[in-house]
Every structure is written in C-alpha cells, then in structure tokens.
C-alpha cells in the first residue's frame, strides 16, 4: 500500500488521499459498497465499475462457507471468481460473532460457529482467519477481532477488548510469515465499546504495533448506540490514529453519518444501507431519503434527481414508474440501487472536492441545510460539527436543533 494525504481541511480534521493498492488508486475519503458474497444485490462488477466505484468489500465469513476456499482457490481468488479488476477489502469474519450470535461460541483459541446452513461446527482462528483472506486475495484484510454489541455493558466489554489486541498479534505473526504482505494489507480494529478508557488502552496497544499494520479500522459502533456518544468515540480514536494510515470507521452508511465522520477525520466507511434501502423501495437523494412505495409519487413523471448523472435518473426513469415496480419487480430494486451506490459516491467525492478547493464547511453547512431543510438539526449533528469548528446554526436564523438521533431514516414510519 501506498498511502498519501494530498489535502487537508483548514477547520475540520478532513482530509484528501490518495491509496494505492494492488488492484489500482482509491480516493479517500470514500464509501465502500458492501458484496457480502462477491456480488452487489442486484448489479454486476461491470455496472459497478462503470458507476466509477473503485472499492467493495466481501464478506469472509459467507465466502468461507459458500462457495468455499476450494472453488475460490480454483478461480484465482475473489477478484476473478467475480469479475472484479477494482480494489477488494475483507472483513474478517468478526462481525458474524454479533450478527450470529446465537451459532457462536467464543474462546481464546476463536470462535466456534455453527454454520446456519448445516449446523456443522468450523472453528474460526485469527490465523485461520488471515489465511482465508489470503485465498480470496484481498487487496485490504482485516484482522479477526472479538466483537461484542455497542449496547453491552460491563466486563465483558474489557475481555472483548484485550483479546482482540491479543488476535491482533496472532495475525500480524501469519500475515507475515505467509508471504503475502507485499499485495495484502492487514488493518487493526480498534474495540473498547463505549468505554473512553478501554478505547484508550485498544488504541494505545495498537498503535504500539503499527509496524504490522498498514491501517486502522474503528469497530464495536453501530449498534443501536446513542448518536452523541457515537461520534465522541469516532473523534476520540480519529484524533489518536497515526496520520499517515487510512482510518475506516465500520458499518457507517446514512449520508449525515459519514460527512461528521469525514470531518471528524475518516477515511473510509462501509455499509449495507444503501443497496438494503433500495431493495425497500427507498432512494437517497440531497433532501434525504424519498419512500417510492407511497402512493403521492404514482404520478409524479420526474425522475427521482434531475441533477444525478446515474443511469436511472440520466434515463430519465420517472418515480412513477418506479412507484409501480419498487418491492414487486427486482427491476424496480435495480434501478435505485443504481441510484443509491452513485449517491453515496456524490457525497464523497463532493467532499473530496471541497477539501481540495478548501471549502469543505462551505459544503457541510450547504449540504445539511438542504438534507434537513425546516425539518431541524440533530443536536449530535450540530455537537460533533462544533467539535471541529462548524457551527451548523450560525448564519442561519431561522435553524432549530431537534433532540433525538435526527436520522432521516425516520421516513419509514410516514403513511401513504
């Protein structure tokens, strides 16, 4: 990996870089759709290359299982299995110890799963970890971590914490003996909960190994957690990394979820968000999430953004149409998973854009004006901007704050 900020912010912590990785260059900050098993819903590598997106992320843990290391091995590696000549980031598998919880037994050895599909038993060790992404082949790897919900409390949060830097050092060792370090890029996961101490010591401890690391990842976060807590933990871990390794905040994918992670200083950022939505009949856009399921969009003959160049707005695609479709026809959920992948990478790279031309709280503070409109601004929007030197409420009179997490997925709950 080669790693270089070519930019920064003169308020906030936001930066530009540029990283460049076996599979070619990435622009950072970026959003990373996610291909749990090697395929975006609904879009081929092709589509998605040709949307200029130039990093996705496959899921370890569902590939182990299906199609398996022997086929994955037979191909080349994940890159050719699915026709995809852009950059490739694995998770490690530790996120399955959250979302399967119930399968999941957790030692010091690993964790031992149940397969969902078999119920037969597979042991899942940092080592063994490291070396199924090794087969896969990608470009960035992570380390296999213990992974507890954000929502716990208590020890189990500190055991969580100290194993993973004790799995951290179990990977760095096989990483390095496999050979593959010139093309493969292993990254921390920082744990630690909700507990600023715990983070303390996880950062301090990893930190200590960045000789073995070619980047960090903050984890343990989105899971339910309060917001104004949530963006205290991503400051503190931003503002502790090494400044010259990518920081990629996990599981991160509303639009005003990612722009305060931008400005707190992170790199990177992936979720299922976008591409789940759109399967809901759901498109992003700059005024927030529009439902094409009610029934006020049957004849309205605009496309969902005049102003978006994807290949469902530029053809001009009506939300009538897609009114009729969404949630019955996958034609339906094609079209705006098109749509929501080139609107997360807008918001991006606009904010690439402004970092570079040094307007950057210009464009927080025009973005967030329009994304909320009259509707008012979270309170932990407004703190964490502040944090960093952007007030989103001066200049503007007639701005409130609404309590609560503010996020404008609360569409969901609006009648036809």
Known sequence: MRFEVIAKCHTTKARVARMT??????????????????????LTSNQMEALGVTLILNNTYHLNLRPGLEVLSKAGGAHKFQGWDRNLLTDSGGFQLVSLSKFTVITEEGALFASPFTGE???????ESISIQHIIGADIIMQ????????TTGSRVEEAMERSVRWLDRCIVQHESSGKKDN????????????PSLRDRCLDAMIARRD??????????SGGEEKDVFWRVIKQCADKLPEDRPRYSMGIGFAEDLLVCVALGVDMADCVFPTRTARFGVALTN?????LKLSKHAKEFKPIDESCPCPTCSDMTSRAIL???????????????????VFQAQV?????????????PDYLLSFFARYYGDAGYPEWCVNALRSVGVDLLEGSPNAKIVAGSGTKWEYASANP
């Open 144 to 151: 296999l971590d213990d992974v507890v919900s954000s929502l």
């Open 212 to 221: 073995g690391v070619a980047g960090y990842a903050i984890g343990g976060l």
């Open 21 to 42: 990785l076996a599979h070619g260059v990435t622009m950072l900050p970026t959003f990373m759709p996610v291909a749990t098993q090697a395929a975006i819903k609904g």
């Open 287 to 291: 005024d927030g999430p529009l439902n």
């Open 348 to 360: 991006m790279g606009r904010a690439r854009e402004a970092i570079i031309a040094g307007t950057f």
């Open 184 to 195: 493969q890029n292993l990254f921390a996961i920082v744990q630690g909960g909700l507990d």
């Open 121 to 127: 038993p597979t042991m899942l060790t940092p080592e």
């Open 323 to 341: 009114h009729h479709l969404v949630t019955h026809e996958t034609a339906g959920a094609h079209a705006l998973t098109l749509h929501n992948v």
